[in-house]
């Protein structure tokens, strides 16, 4: 059976805290235990279904994360509170000094002011190139590549990648092949098409109304580490404090 995104977020049933027909918005900051064992376990992300912190997780963004996942048919979904705080924690985790990046040359600008201005600063590379060229993309591939980025249609020239070929590529190099699919939801799937990541500005085609800002990362599930950085922060938090 082929792969319906909107069928997909259709059959979800979510349903409100007290039976409505829409998830309940959860508006705390912050959340309590009834157990220390269920605080310590959350600290070490050793237990779901508990909040520690609403930027860690909320229950409305889990339920937002759980549709979008349905979206992309990935395993997980992370959201964020923008789009670029969905891009950078993601390339961050993947790469380190030393590392480099081939990246589309028509990305859109808070990404390529991040991989050009401030990565360099980490020891972080990357080279530009026109994504639709195969041939250039693979050329400037080097033994210090980790990351193949782009976008399914590109923000703000709406230039298609290839990312069958990307994939391919990605798949004979050993490298993560990550797709902004900002400007074509449920139009295309990359996940689908052999993307590892996907990520979203939410901000824009998903919202629609442009009254909010988000973000998410989809992971397919090969790359679950890419959602260590939910835990990271309960592990750390929870050697200083001792919890």
Request: net charge negative; aromatic share 8%.
């Amino acid at each position: 059976m082929s792969f319906n995104p909107a069928d997909n977020i259709q059959d979800l049933q979510n349903f409100g805290e007290f039976g409505g027909v829409n998830p309940s918005i959860s508006d705390s900051s912050t959340y309590t235990f009834m157990a220390a064992k269920t605080m310590a376990d959350t600290f070490e992300g050793n237990t779901d279904g508990c909040h520690l912190y609403s930027r860690h997780t909320t229950p409305s963004n889990l339920c937002l994360g759980e549709a979008l996942a349905a979206m992309e048919g990935t395993e997980t979904a992370n959201v964020s509170a923008s789009g670029m705080g969905a891009i950078t924690p993601v390339l961050l985790q993947l790469c380190g000094a030393g590392d480099h990046i081939v990246s589309s040359r028509t990305i859109y600008g808070g990404t390529y002011a991040f991989l050009k201005n401030f990565t360099p600063r980490l020891a972080i590379q990357t080279s530009f190139v026109d994504i639709t060229n195969l041939e250039i993309v693979e050329a400037s591939i080097t033994e210090n590549t980790k990351v193949l980025y782009c976008e399914s249609v590109s923000n703000p020239l709406l230039e298609v990648a290839d990312i069958k070929g990307l994939a391919a590529l990605a798949k004979k190099y050993s490298l993560t092949l990550v797709v902004d699919n900002t400007f074509s939801p449920l139009s295309i799937s990359p996940i689908q098409l052999g993307a590892d990541v996907v990520v979203h500005s939410l901000t824009k085609f998903i919202n629609g109304s442009s009254d909010a800002v988000g973000g998410v990362v989809c992971d397919a599930g090969s790359r679950q580490y890419l959602f260590t950085i939910v835990y990271f922060s309960y592990s750390i938090r929870s050697r200083c404090c001792g919890a």
